[in-house]
């Protein structure tokens, strides 16, 4: 009978570990859980000695054989569309009864050429050794992040593998499916911004300077938004009056908006950086709402989905701080942790925050009290997603008129510094004749 190790949590939420003997990690489990603990870690024991050597060697063999034998482009992350897609087929061959090991296998043999399949690879040679399937996926946080492998071990503990399974590829693609309606309403919007640059850009360069050459011809005192215009002109042109500058106008014209997102890449790299530029993310009228329930969204559906799998609800809350993406909720999200491990409620913290509207957490604070809580989380990020579609076609409703008039108000300032001086020209034109 095999000997499998287990860290579990007892009545008083202290740490335990040990070793148990039974026929498979579901009655070793359940042993466990007769003793009184909440399993949080169990696997089978590796045993040491000649054994242990031959199956490293083995390993090793196999390792070697698959090197040589095919070649694994590894190039790039794993996207998000093809991760949910092999979640949800590894949990079509757990419930149709395969084993891990050769549900793995299965699936490593249908990737294409890419990092998943050399991830995958890896994995089916650390299960093969006797690992678990939560700590192989561990040891590959660019493609199973803590969350995957949190809620993945929470099935193995519990014996629901394939559920789980289930409901991270369900969860990937739900929140895929958030990001992509935002991405896809900011497109309309930036195709006009740079199309509206471009055109701006070549005038400027290419049609201002010419008037210039007209207005130095008839010798005509040139209005202040004229000049304004010529020096625009010629700073994007690399040419001022002053001598040629070192880099032309329209050179950071178009590296600008780079060298900005550059920018707040660094400063999203500093804790402090970060905080600031989520605070005033916010606090941004129309886009501030916009992150606040996309924010409320993704942690109520990610605590949601971890509670709901069995996760205990002190590492779920962690994980769902850690996976929010906005210090604003990471914050208030810290604070929920200190009051459960307090004894007291979820609610309340968050009411204290103000990161929420009430019904929130009132539907939170009901489920806490009717012992749902991870039905209501569901409910909030349901609600929540149709909120970010209805917030989305809101702010582009917003957008679109404001760019109309601000494309119309370069246009028509550009019309009319050119054309004040023509009409001075002619008035003096008629005068002298």
Not at 31 to 59: D, M
Not at 62 to 71: E, M, N, T, V
Not at 398 to 414: D, F, H, K, N, S
Request: neutral net charge; contains cysteine; proline residues 4%.
């Amino acid at each position: 009978m095999p000997t499998y190790v287990y860290e579990a949590l007892n009545a008083a939420g202290k740490p335990e570990k040990g070793r148990i003997d039974a026929e498979s990690i579901e009655a070793a489990t359940t042993a466990v859980r007769q003793n009184g603990f909440f399993p949080t870690k169990v696997i089978e024991e590796t045993l040491k000695g000649s054994s242990s050597k031959e199956t490293k060697k083995e390993a090793k063999k196999k390792k070697d054989k698959k090197k040589k034998g095919s070649l694994n482009i590894s190039i790039g992350g794993v996207k998000t569309k093809t991760l949910t897609q092999f979640t949800r087929q590894l949990s079509t061959l757990q419930d149709a009864g395969l084993p891990l090991l050769r549900s793995l296998q299965i699936l490593e043999q249908q990737q294409k050429p890419g990092k998943l399949k050399s991830i995958v690879s890896d994995v089916v040679e650390d299960v093969e050794a006797g690992s678990s399937l939560s700590d192989a996926m561990s040891k590959h946080p660019k493609a199973f992040d803590r969350l995957y492998c949190k809620m993945v071990a929470a099935g193995e503990i519990g014996g629901v593998l394939d559920v789980i399974l289930q409901r991270l590829a369900n969860f990937m693609e739900k929140a895929e499916r958030l990001k992509a309606r935002i991405k896809g309403a900011m497109i309309y919007p930036i195709c006009v911004i740079v199309v509206a640059v471009g055109i701006v850009t070549g005038i400027m360069y290419f049609v201002i300077p010419k008037f210039k050459d007209i207005f130095d011809d008839f010798d005509v005192q040139l209005p202040g938004l004229t000049l304004w215009l010529i020096d625009a002109s010629l700073w994007i042109a690399g040419t001022p009056e002053e001598g040629t500058q070192a880099i032309p106008g329209y050179v950071w014209m178009f590296a600008g908006p780079f060298l900005i997102f550059f920018f707040f890449k660094v400063i999203r790299k500093t804790k402090a950086g970060r905080a600031a530029i989520d605070i005033i993310l916010v606090k941004i009228p129309v886009l501030g709402t916009l992150v606040e329930k996309t924010s409320v969204a993704r942690f109520t559906r990610t605590l949601g989905t971890l509670i709901a799998a069995g996760v205990p609800i002190l590492e779920a809350v962690l994980i769902t701080r850690d996976t929010s993406g906005n210090h604003v909720y990471e914050k208030a999200l810290g604070e929920v942790h200190d009051s459960i491990r307090s004894g007291e409620s979820v609610a309340d913290p968050l009411r204290e925050a103000k990161v929420c509207d009430s019904i929130v957490v009132n539907m939170i604070e009901v489920g806490e009290e009717t012992g749902d809580l991870d039905v209501m989380l569901m409910k909030v990020a349901d609600n929540y997603d149709e909120e970010v579609d209805v917030a989305v076609t809101a702010m582009l409703s917003l957008l679109e008129p404001m760019l109309v008039v601000v494309l119309g108000g370069i246009v028509g300032t550009i019309v009319l510094a050119l054309f004040l001086p023509l009409v001075k020209m002619i008035e003096s034109v008629s005068d002298s004749g």
